[in-house]
């Protein structure tokens, strides 16, 4: 059938189903006239929908006695019927034979009184999809186990039987929250890939389909209408579904599914949108009420589903298949993902309204490329990375980063997140400026501006660094932004938190005391705004080991988070978290363990118990731990840290290598050395891939270095290398930071062991000098080098 007879046929058809059957006759003879080929496909579109409602779904004689249950097809005993999908009925049945005793799921051609040639066409379609299956070697893909025809010549094929319910009943059963939903979410995406890699289009994706075991493994079912790309797999005169047989789940189905259009990969990346909608809002997108085409296809091609965060608060009368009805209600939803509504409105919110709504755009071009790719974007936003969808706003990725969580990096957690910054800020520098920055448009002139000064084709070649965009971009700032103060605070915000975490302090102070002001002036001093400049400029006293200094802010901001955005919120969770680091370099362990133990249980309900944030808070809790004496559960939090970091962002990544150091600091001093120095090359090879080579993070891990060879008597090595760290450290920390002072306190050390007492003194007084002046007198640390001044006075000749 031509396209323009389908629609011709589609229009008289969605006319004719509203009139009653006695009518149709008279109907066909008043609009297809003399056209034989008009009145064949419409009385077979009427004939079927007498039939059955839906070509998927069952006759309604199908619902009475089962002719097959109790039978014996082949090897197997049918016990009863489990349901139907695509083009059978499924059955329970066990094989117990000679050969084994097993449980299968066996589907058997559903036949009925249909259209010559379409009858033909769907036992094609079902003897294909036993070849699909067995071309499907996949965990999360049922696997096809035996096949072949009953005596009355009906083709069956058994696959493995799976014990698990729907993803989305499993998912609120089970109340699995957010974060639990999308990890499951990304697991299905891969398996879906991974059909798409063989050259199958799955076709019908929705929860029915998609299995969860009692392990909370899913499993892919029902590849019965599957488009074949991969000619291998078709049988010779196997034909795409001809449009009058068109079939689909209308409340998952794509636009051009529903058109009749030709079926892509992109379709399935279309309805696992549809599916992840429903699995976080609780609600689909849309319901298809009708049977007719018109209206399918109006609902389904031309209308655009509310956003995640407005669907949540719908209340909605849901039939059940007993004839009851559900209410979903915004307290149900919410209860069912571990939540409260209001914050669960927040969470959904942005970055996930984005990420659906780009699954699920009209036109399949402009939806993820891949289901890969989709579950790529799901992993970007578990891992606190920015997304694709929200397009590449400076403002968006600031906020990013300011609030991805920091890492301890063994004694220098204040420095741990300057390369997530430094990614951010490359990932605008190279990023694409999409059209969703019109309603900023200046931003985006700033933007544009600013990174054509990388362009490679410009006068300077396009040799300007980063660091000198940022440096031009600060100083624009207040000229080009004075009519717009709270966007202008939230520049200065993001580049004054890239200064600090390059260790570049003064230009940082300059731009967030700027930023504290105008967010003061703008919003009050209890905002989340205001907090957000609060808990940055903490962060740079911490950084300058201003301790003291850094508390009150701190716990200010923790407050008014608190207040607005609720104790549970991923915001309070961060401030909880800088609050625990700060206690622990202050040496209050009992307080910092205490802290980073609640941050640990309020990260792993916020994210799941596999997520950077995680593994970010396992890591700084192991170094309380390791001064506590609590040693074995210090190197097990280390070691889950950095596997959890190895698996979730990839091992080339920062945060391995922050995981790496840490782990290694531990183990040296277990005196395993050379696990310790091979865990601290690996992660040095790591930063100098991608950072500046006097980055503050290069320092610590040449200092850290230099301690092993330094205890394994390498002293020449060792020396050079608490040289170059010393030198890093005083060029970008300052002559007179904490840090500097822990060296020289190193090469004091590495002196008195050579027996030059002398240079040992002065390099230990130089450090207690340091320390005396920014910790104070009674702290650990000026009383270690305190201690080593004793001993070396008493060594002097």
């Given at each position: 059938m031509d396209s323009e007879l389908w629609e011709r046929a589609k229009r008289l058809f969605a006319e004719a189903r509203e009139l009653d059957a006695e009518a149709w006759d008279a109907f066909l003879d008043e609009r297809c006239g003399d056209d034989a080929e008009l009145r064949q496909e419409l009385a077979a579109l009427l004939a079927g929908d007498r039939e059955a409602t839906h070509f998927l779904e069952p006759p309604p004689a199908a619902l009475g006695q089962d002719p097959y249950?109790?039978?014996?097809?082949?090897?197997?005993?049918?016990?009863?019927?489990?349901?139907?999908?695509?083009?059978?009925v499924v059955y329970l049945a066990e094989r117990d034979d000679e050969a084994f005793r097993k449980r299968v799921a066996l589907k058997l051609l559903r036949l009925g009184r249909r259209h010559v040639a379409a009858m033909r066409e769907i036992t094609r379609r079902f003897e294909t999809e036993r070849r699909i299956l067995a071309a499907l070697d996949h965990p999360s893909i049922a696997k096809i186990l035996d096949g072949g025809s009953t005596a009355d010549?009906?083709?069956?094929?058994v696959m493995e039987y799976v014990e698990g319910q729907p993803i989305d009943e499993y998912c609120d059963l089970h109340t699995l929250t957010i974060v639990e939903r999308l990890e499951l979410f990304a697991k299905v995406c891969e398996a879906v890939h991974f059909a798409h890699?063989?050259?199958?289009?799955?076709?019908?994706?929705?929860?029915?389909?998609?299995?969860?075991?009692?392990?909370?493994?899913?499993?892919?079912?029902?590849?019965g209408i599957a488009k074949i790309l991969n000619p291998d797999l078709s049988f010779r005169g196997v034909v795409d579904t001809l449009p009058a047989q068109r079939p689909l789940t209308p409340d998952f189905a794509s636009p051009e599914q529903v058109r009749g259009d030709p079926m892509t990969t992109a379709s399935d990346v279309y309805m696992l949108g549809v599916l992840l909608y429903l699995l976080l809002a609780g609600h689909r997108p849309y319901r298809v009420d009708s049977a007719s085409l018109v209206e399918m296809e109006r609902v389904v091609c031309d209308t655009e589903p509310e956003r995640l965060s407005t669907a949540v608060r719908?209340?909605?009368?849901?039939?059940?298949?007993?004839?009851t009805t559900v209410t979903l209600t915004p307290e149900l939803i919410s209860k069912r993902r571990g939540d409260e509504p209001g914050r669960l409105r927040r969470r959904l919110a942005g970055d996930l309204e984005n990420v659906v709504a780009m699954a699920?755009?009209?036109?399949?071009?402009?939806?993820?490329?891949?289901?890969?790719?989709?579950?790529?974007?799901?992993?970007?936003?578990?891992?606190?990375r920015p997304v694709v969808a929200a397009g590449d706003s400076l403002v968006y990725r600031g906020r990013k980063f300011v609030r991805r969580h920091r890492l301890g990096v063994a004694a220098s957690a204040a420095f741990l997140a300057a390369a997530v910054a430094f990614g951010a800020v490359m990932a605008v520098q190279h990023g694409r400026l999409e059209a969703s920055l019109a309603r900023e448009r200046f931003v985006t002139d700033f933007l544009v501006d600013l990174f054509a000064l990388a362009d490679p084709f410009a006068e300077d070649g396009g040799t300007v660094s980063a660091r000198e965009l940022i440096d031009r971009g600060a100083a624009r700032l207040e000229a080009e932004f004075r009519e717009q103060p709270a966007v202008r605070a939230r520049l200065m915000t993001a580049l004054g938190a890239i200064y600090r975490e390059l260790g570049l302090f003064e230009r940082a102070a300059t731009l967030l005391e700027s930023a504290l002001e105008l967010r003061r002036a703008t919003w009050g001093d209890d905002h989340p705004e205001y907090a957000d400049s609060l808990d940055e400029w903490a962060l740079l006293l911490h950084a300058r080991a201003e301790q003291q200094a850094a508390q009150p802010p701190m716990r200010d901001a923790l407050e008014i988070r608190r207040r607005h955005l609720g104790e549970y919120s991923a915001e309070v969770a961060e401030s909880l978290q800088h609050l625990a680091v700060l206690l622990q370099d202050q040496g209050d362990l009992d307080g910092a363990e205490r802290l980073f133990r609640d941050v640990l249980e309020r990260r792993r309900a916020l994210h799941g118990q596999r997520h950077p944030e995680v593994a970010e808070t396992l890591s700084d809790l192991a170094l309380t731990l390791k001064r506590q004496g609590a040693r074995d559960e210090a190197e097990r939090c280390l070691r889950e840290a950095l596997q959890i970091f190895r698996q979730t962002v990839?091992?080339?990544?920062?945060?391995?290598?922050?995981?790496?150091?840490?782990?290694?600091f531990f183990l040296r001093e277990q005196g395993d050395l050379e696990a310790a120095e091979s865990h601290y090359r690996e992660a040095l090879a790591i930063l100098r891939r991608h950072l500046d080579?006097?980055?503050p993070l290069i320092g610590t891990n040449l200092h850290n270095l230099a301690g092993i060879l330094h205890a394994r008597g390498d002293l020449a090595a060792a020396e050079a290398l608490y040289e170059e760290a010393l030198e890093i450290r005083r060029r970008r920390l300052g002559p007179d930071h904490p840090m500097v002072a822990n060296t020289l306190f190193k090469l004091a050390e590495l002196f008195a062991g050579r027996g030059d007492t002398s240079e040992a003194t002065r390099l230990a007084r130089e450090a207690h000098d340091i320390l005396r002046s920014r910790l104070g007198p009674d702290h650990p640390y000026t009383r270690q080098i305190l201690e080593l001044l004793v001993r070396l006075s008493e060594a002097a000749p």
């Open positions: 249950v109790g039978r014996r097809i082949g090897p197997y005993q049918v016990l009863h019927r489990l349901g139907y999908g695509g083009m059978g010549g009906m083709p069956y094929f890699q063989n050259l199958v289009v799955h076709r019908d994706l929705k929860p029915d389909n998609i299995l969860i075991t009692p392990d909370g493994e899913p499993k892919l079912l029902d590849f719908r209340r909605e009368e849901i039939p059940r298949a007993d004839g699920m755009r009209k036109e399949p071009r402009h939806r993820y490329s891949s289901a890969a790719e989709l579950a790529a974007e799901v992993r970007r936003y578990l891992a606190g990839g091992s080339g990544h920062l945060y391995v290598a922050f995981g790496l150091n840490n782990l290694a080579d006097d980055h």
